[in-house]
């Protein structure tokens, strides 16, 4: 959390100069924001509901921007996992942004804090694409995940957005029941209809599977180490 908040008072430095940039250079190049709820649903789950968001917001110029990233889910009362993620952002190509600053996991007993480094853009077969690579300072935690989604128009409103989301990790990590290597994976399909471009209810099915030492760590602990789950939510921005 402490370096969440160090991160935090540089995007408000980072905010302040831009805006006095604009000012000076008579809005060519205007300071822009954004937020996006990729997700935000309520799952079936043996007969639990618990509700989950994906969202990320930026604020920034055209070439610099600086992102706020956070998924997770709430249930029982209680977040049960949430990932935040603060980072500058510079494009380095038409298509792609090269990004760094920090990842946070909070989890209800414990937090894991990440230094982040990592690439965001558009993959060929316009693939939606976040790679990042991330080390944490106090255990020598490495790890490296991926996530794509893509759409797929099947009328001028109805969507079809199949993604992949991918973890592995460097070493065992028992007190949040990582194991080492490849970590865990989902693989969800939506099914959205926009109703405008900025709202779009659907509804999804998604599959996740634990592997290695993360699988036996969730078997021992009375888990699975796979699940499915199917939700309905909505997608906006603005």
């Known amino acids: ?18 805006v006095g940039n604009v000012y000076a250079a008579g809005g060519d190049d205007p300071l822009l924001m954004s937020l996006k709820f990729d997700e935000f649903q309520v799952n079936q789950e043996e007969g639990e509901t618990p509700l989950e968001w994906n969202m990320s917001a930026w604020v920034g110029k055209d070439l610099s921007k600086v992102y706020l ?8 009362g209680e977040v ?15 298509y792609w942004d090269m990004q760094f600053g920090l990842r946070q996991d909070s989890f209800p007993t414990t937090d894991r804090n990440y230094v982040a ?9 316009f693939i939606e694409t976040d790679v990042g690579l991330f080390y944490d300072t106090d255990t020598g935690q490495v790890a490296l995940q991926y996530a ?29 029941g990582i194991g080492s290597g490849l970590s865990d994976m989902f693989f969800g399909m939506r099914l959205a209809y926009e ?8 509804i999804g099915i998604g599959w996740a599977k634990k592997f290695g030492s993360t699988a036996d760590q969730a078997v021992a602990a009375g ?12 997608s906006f921005w603005f």
């Open 1 to 18: 959390m402490k370096l969440l908040r160090i991160w935090f008072v540089y995007v408000v430095m980072f905010g302040s100069l831009t």
């Open 69 to 76: 990233k956070s998924s997770g889910e709430y249930a029982d």
């Open 80 to 94: 049960e996992g949430m990932e935040t993620q603060l980072l500058y952002s510079r494009a380095i190509s038409p």
């Open 117 to 125: 480094f990592g690439f965001m853009g558009v993959a060929p077969y």
């Open 148 to 176: 794509g989604e893509m759409e797929w128009m099947i009328t001028q409103r109805l969507v079809f957005i199949p993604e992949l989301k991918v973890n592995l990790y460097s070493q065992d990590d028992t007190a949040i």
């Open 195 to 202: 109703i405008k471009r900025e709202f779009a209810p659907y």
């Open 223 to 234: 888990g699975e180490d796979s699940d499915t789950e199917v939700g309905i939510g909505v």
